[in-house]
């Protein structure tokens, strides 16, 4: 049937609208054609499905659709179908469609409904049974797509089935585990010359199964195993497999054993080590101390020079898998120092000493040494322990003594150096020492020797010499002659003469006599005075009416004297130093006839006042009378009461009063007096209870509240103002400041009160601190003001 006969039996079915003369569709109206499978091998039978796609950019709707079926395909026409798929306004749809004789062409057509077409972006499906032909070759589907009879153009090539029955080349491994391996894993990679191949895969007796390069298997067995892999076209044929097979050994030679090294310890500084395995297979990888394993065989040698000191040599053995043993070491020491002599302290000699002979004891620090000693610069020569000298002259001595070890090693000398000196030092020279006589019952020496590092002994009135230092102090001495003596010792132990000092203890003072003095009433204004003591004195002191004592000689003369009483003393110092502690006193009088006087003295003139918080001051100028004797000022804090308390009596220009009290009256009345008992006249000075209150003055007479004011006080950081009329307390203020302003009304403890016509006191008192501490101070004054 020919594709005219085809679209006419279709139109008599109603299954496709009336057709107009062909012609080309609008440009922009293209298809898209394919079909699956693209690959058969000869003769193969199945289903195949060409699919047709309108071009989402075309312009409209195709209904009806055309392929020719190539030569030596045989199509069942009995399995055709045809169907859409929605796209735009077109639904899914099922097309009518028809094969034409002898199997040449497919022709679908869409039903008449509009929405039953194919729309752009819609997929047409025709299927259908049917065998390929038996040549191998590339077979073209020619489709075409109308819209009606205009036919829309193909994007791209017309649909090829290539029928395909030469299998693909074996597969090529790109990479596979070694043989042998220690690894219970495995991966394979490979390829084929056919790109288009896929693979097929199969470990030791298993079925293939799909698999893709690389290829990876895991937990594998110990032993032997293969892996075959073989590669499969798109026309389904397959090559013959790729085999590769190896050995899974994962378990490690044992270790080796060492058969020769060095001894423990040795002076050599070359080794070689010899060692071997159970398994003969094995190589063997070889470490020295902190290198790096590296390959190497038995025996394995180092030519060195190796270093003094521990090395270890490690060997492990690896076999043809890789696997590695456990590592045997053997650890060594190179020894090159010799041995260490040590002198025993107890044999060595002191240095300096005053022995002539020697003898030492010593011991190395390695078993089994031998020794050789040296005295004074001698060839060393073979000796043993201990080994003595004897004779030795004064001087420096040097004796040295080494070790050789069982190894050879000869150690560095072990040297002790001393002086022999048996010449005993001078006898010390003292620079310091008690007078002689001397009253002091203790002495002190200051002694020096010739030579450096001397050692002293002392020794007191023959008592034996015992350790001393310079200076040496003796305490506790009697009365009576001493003698101290000091000798040196030296560093050597040798003794010298003693250096010696005698002196005599004298405590006991002398005692003076007055041998010739004045009558006991004399008419005379002079006097002399003889004197004597009782042993050889050094001074002698007179006081005269109980003047300071001055340095005098027998006989003493006074002149001038007053009428009146006089007393003499005289004391003693001997040459000890030794003072007389009881004077020989002599008293008497003196009567002449004189004109008593009767002339008072000036008074004190410039008398000032100064008074501040706890302090009053009196300063003043004395009179210039020449027998002034002394001021004297009296007390009262009474205004009433004349003063009584004498507080001061003397020659001073001043008095400080530290117990006044501010905010108390206080009067003081100072007079002069002269040596006859004539007293001045006298001075009076009040101090009022209101004397650091400033204002308003005491007993002011005010007609407008006051602002009272008052002297500071250092240190205070408020004030307690109290006001009373009479008896009633009327405030109680705490003011900041030296001041507090009173008004005409106040309120205080809840009462209202005012500036009323009378008389009223005030207090001030000054605070320390947080007013909350009620730190006050002592009164600072007391003052009275009247309101009128």
Same mark, same amino acid.
């Given at each position: 049937m020919t594709r005219r006969v085809a679209l006419c039996l279709l139109l008599g079915l109603g299954l496709l609208p009336t057709l107009v003369a062909s012609a080309q569709s609008a440009p922009g109206d293209r298809y898209l054609a394919s079909i699956a499978p693209s690959a058969v091998q000869p003769l193969w039978s199945g289903v195949y499905s060409v699919v047709i796609t309108n071009r989402a950019g075309s312009t409209q709707a195709a209904n009806n659709a055309h392929v020719v079926v190539p030569s030596g395909f045989v199509l069942d026409g009995a399995s055709l179908s045809a169907t859409t798929s929605s796209a735009g306004s077109c639904t899914a749809a099922s097309w009518g469609v028809v094969l034409t004789s002898p199997s040449s062409t497919i022709d679908a057509v869409a039903p008449p409904e509009p929405a039953s077409a194919l729309c752009p972006g819609g997929r047409l499906t025709i299927s259908f049974a049917g065998s390929s032909p038996s040549v191998e070759a590339g077979y073209t589907w020619t489709t075409t797509l109308f819209r009606d009879s205009s036919s829309f153009e193909i994007q791209g090539s017309q649909p090829m089935v290539t029928v395909d029955g030469t299998p693909p080349a074996p597969p090529t491994l790109t990479s596979e585990p070694s043989d042998p391996a220690n690894s219970s894993a495995a991966s394979f990679g490979f390829s084929d010359a056919d790109p288009t191949a896929s693979f097929r895969c199969r470990l030791d007796g298993g079925n293939f199964s799909a698999c893709a390069s690389p290829k990876a298997y895991a937990g594998l067995a110990e032993g032997a195993h293969t892996f075959a892999v073989k590669a499969i076209d798109p026309a389904g044929n397959e090559s013959t497999a790729t085999f590769y097979?190896?050995? =899974? !050994?994962?378990?490690?030679? %044992?270790a080796p054993t060492i058969i020769s090294k060095p001894p423990s310890v040795t002076a050599a500084t070359s080794a070689s080590f010899s060692f071997a395995d159970a398994d003969s297979s094995a190589s063997f990888l070889c470490r020295l101390d902190s290198t790096a394993f590296s390959a190497c065989t038995s025996p394995q040698s180092y030519a060195g020079p190796l270093a003094a000191g521990s090395h270890t040599f490690r060997v492990k053995a690896r076999d043809p898998a890789a696997n590695e043993s456990a590592v045997t070491s053997y650890a060594w020491t190179i020894d090159l120092t010799g041995p260490v002599v040590t =002198? !025993?302290?107890?044999?060595? %000699?002191?240095?300096?000493?005053?022995q002539t002979s020697a003898a030492f004891a010593f011991t190395a620090n390695k078993a089994g040494s031998t020794f050789e000693c040296t005295l004074d610069g001698a060839g060393f020569s073979a000796c043993g322990t201990p080994i003595a000298y004897s004779a030795l002259s004064d001087g420096t001595h040097r004796f040295a003594v080494r070790a050789t070890d069982p190894l050879g090693n000869t150690g560095l000398p072990t040297v002790w150096e001393w002086t022999v000196d048996t010449v005993p030092p001078s006898a010390p020279s003292i620079s310091s020492a008690p007078g002689n006589p001397t009253n002091e019952p203790s002495a002190s020496f200051v002694f020096s020797g010739a030579e450096p590092g001397l050692a002293y002994g002392c020794q007191l009135d023959g008592d034996g010499f015992s350790p001393c230092t310079s200076p040496a102090v003796e305490s506790g001495l009697a009365?009576?002659?001493?003698?101290?003596?000091?000798?040196?010792?030296?560093?050597?132990?040798?003794?010298?003469p003693a250096g010696d000092y005698e002196w005599v203890v004298d405590t006991v003072p002398p005692v003076t006599t007055i041998t010739s003095e004045p009558a006991a009433v004399s008419a005379s204004a002079s006097a002399s005075f003889a004197f004597a003591s009782s042993e050889a004195v050094s001074s002698f002191g007179c006081s005269l009416d109980g003047g300071a004592f001055v340095a005098c000689t027998s006989p003493q003369a006074y002149e001038g004297l007053r009428d009146g009483g006089h007393t003499f003393q005289v004391r003693a110092t001997d040459l000890a130093g030794n003072a007389e502690a009881t004077p020989a006193v002599y008293s008497w009088q003196v009567a002449t006839v004189l004109t008593p006087d009767t002339t008072p003295p000036g008074q004190v003139q410039g008398v000032k006042r100064s008074v501040g918080y706890r302090l009053l001051k009196l300063t003043w100028s004395l009179p210039r009378d020449p027998d002034l004797a002394a001021v004297r000022v009296v007390r009262s804090r009474s205004p009433k009461s004349a003063a009584q308390s004498v507080v001061l009596d003397g020659k001073g220009t001043g008095y400080v009063d530290k117990r006044f009290q501010n905010g108390a009256y206080y009067r003081y009345e100072i007079r002069s007096y002269d040596a006859s008992g004539n007293a001045s006249r006298r001075v009076s000075v009040v101090v009022p209870p209101s004397v650091l209150l400033r204002a308003p003055r005491e007993g002011a007479v005010l007609r407008a509240p006051p602002r009272l004011l008052w002297v500071g006080v250092p240190g205070a950081t408020y004030y307690n103002v109290q006001l009373y009329r009479g008896s009633q307390k009327l405030l109680s203020a705490w003011p900041a400041k030296a001041k507090l302003s009173m008004r005409s009304t106040w309120t205080y403890q809840g009462r209202r009160f005012r500036l009323e016509k009378g008389l009223y006191r005030w207090w001030v008192w000054p605070g320390f601190g947080p007013r909350s501490k009620a730190a006050y101070g002592q009164l600072l004054g007391t003052s009275t003001f009247v309101v009128r």
């Open positions: 097979s190896w050995t =899974i !050994d994962v378990t490690p030679p %044992p =002198i !025993d302290p107890a044999t060595e %000699p002191s240095d300096p000493t005053n009365d009576g002659a001493h003698a101290f003596a000091v000798r040196a010792r030296d560093a050597a132990g040798n003794t010298g």
